[in-house]
DNA sequence: TACTTATATACCTTGACACGTATATGCCAT
DNA sequence: ATGGCATATACGTGTCAAGGTATATAAGTA
């Protein structure tokens, strides 16, 4: 359970995130907001903590969560890596614009499936440069 | 294993996601780039392909798979609910604006935990609208 | 027709993790 | 100190998913 994407996999942990966005919490508080048992939260927060989502301050007997901004950013890192690829797409869908694309085809619009070649240059012309 | 969130947390898939941004590939080419076995690479193209990740055309014998951009827009719309909330921090941490969180020293910076006050309205001034 | 390549699926085993119940720890109040 | 509240942890249990091996399916090729 080292990475990011395992954390914010469970739902429950992303509850108590999506949370934690308005304000900071309690324990308690989280606890009967999101209707769990008490331990539950408290392990979820520890992997949260653990992981870097979270940190907390004593507050008497009370424990109060907030967000750190950290593994976000390193969500956002990995998603940038899609995001010109998804960006293109969008474009595609909505509009028709290909010619603002010369040179990538964003492999959805052109003739979608039934490209049906010869089998070995089906592949040609989309690839970058990866004849592997 | 519905959500997208949990699709991601897989290594292996996550890979294979990342080795399709740059072309489509076949199955056989994703197998031996990620040295994976031949079922396991099947298997979590399943996955992918039933989660919207990615889909795929029949070539011959094989399949190429792309991706799709849906469920990463959907991963950037979560995410974007945090967005906001990590930029503000970065800004309050590279500076010092505490008088916009009167009593959230933000742990890392100034007072640290020794708030100590009288607990009932050590959250006041910081919620939202949610007392619930 | 056989043989080979490419991919999918079935079955099994294993390990991880989420949850619940019970209990420990720590802080407050009286 | 004693009891109560807030949170953390330990332990046992069940579920589920990932990987491996074997096999099925399908399309090429000789």
Redesign the interface.
Known sequence: ME?V??I??E?NR?AI??LL??????VG?IE??LRMTQPTVSKHLRVLREAGFV?S????Q?R?Y????EP??E??A??A???R??SE??DALERHLDRMHPLAPT??TPTK?K???N?RD??RG???G?T?
């Open positions: 990475s994407f395992e914010i996999a739902p992303r995130l999506s966005v308005s304000s900071q919490q309690s508080e009967r907001q940190e301050t004593v507050d008497a009370r109060l907030r967000l750190k901004p976000f950013e969500l956002d990995w998603l890596r899609f995001r690829f998804w797409h969008v492999t959805a499936k490209t049906r070649r089998r089906a592949n989309h690839n970058k990866e592997k």
